[in-house]
Each structure stands twice: as C-alpha cells, then as structure tokens.
Nanobody, 124 residues
Framework: QVQLVESGGGLVQAGGSLRLSCAAS????????MGWFRQAPGKEREFVAA????????YYADSVKGRFTISRDNAKNTVYLQMNSLKPEDTAVYYC?????????????????WGQGTQVTVSS
C-alpha cells in the first residue's frame, strides 16, 4: 500500500503560480512512477504530468507543457508540481498517483494508488 496526500492548492489569479506537493508513505517511494492528474467540474479526469522513478524522465500533457514542471525528491518521499502562468482553464481538483509501471505513463488505469486531491482555482 502507498498513501498519498496532496497539498498546496488554493486560489490564484491568472498568470500566477502555485506549487503542489504530494507526500507518500508506505512502500518504497522510489519504486514508483508518479503522476499528476486533474478533474475540472463536469469533465473527466485528465493526465497532467508524470515522472520516472529516478526523476530522469518526465512527460507532460500538451496543455501544460512549458508552464508546469514535475519533480520528485526520493529522500523526502515527495513529488511536486510547479505550475506557472496559470490560466482559468487550469481550475480543477489535482490528484497525484503512483504507478508500478516501468516507464512514465499518461494512462490512468496504470496508476495503482491515488491521493484525495487538492483544489486549484484560477480566477480571471
């Protein structure tokens, strides 16, 4: 079992920045590919970003490429999502997730553990 707890969400104006954190406990954090997903009101959950177990490989949705950065600190069992140049369409509940896949993946079904989510609201 892996327990995931997100933090860092909040209300920010368009053009602003936020950094989300996801703290993991349980099994060895460094064994897992980590991902961020989001779900806006009335929409399906969608992939945002993923990072390999070593941090050496990252993968982003086109909608956030160049604005968001995923990173991880295996010593702290934490994965981060730095979000810059935020837009109102980035408003969503953001979830972190852990996968035993061997490569970074955007496929939701490949993620085994999920956090409860943190709300990000971007005002125009």
């Amino acid at each position: 079992q892996v327990q995931l707890v997100e933090s860092g969400g909040g209300l920010v104006q368009a053009g602003g920045s936020l950094r989300l954190s996801c703290a993991a406990s349980g099994r060895t954090f460094s064994n897992y590919v980590m991902g961020w997903f989001r779900q806006a009101p009335g929409k399906e959950r969608e992939f945002v970003a993923a990072i390999s177990w070593s941090g050496g490989s990252t993968y982003y949705a086109d909608s956030v490429k160049g604005r968001f950065t995923i990173s991880r600190d295996n010593a702290k069992n934490t994965v981060y999502l730095q979000m810059n140049s935020l837009k109102p369409e980035d408003t969503a509940v953001y979830y972190c997730a852990a996968s035993i896949a061997t490569m970074t993946t955007h496929e939701e079904y490949e993620y085994d553990y999920w956090g409860q989510g943190t709300q990000v609201t971007v005002s125009s």
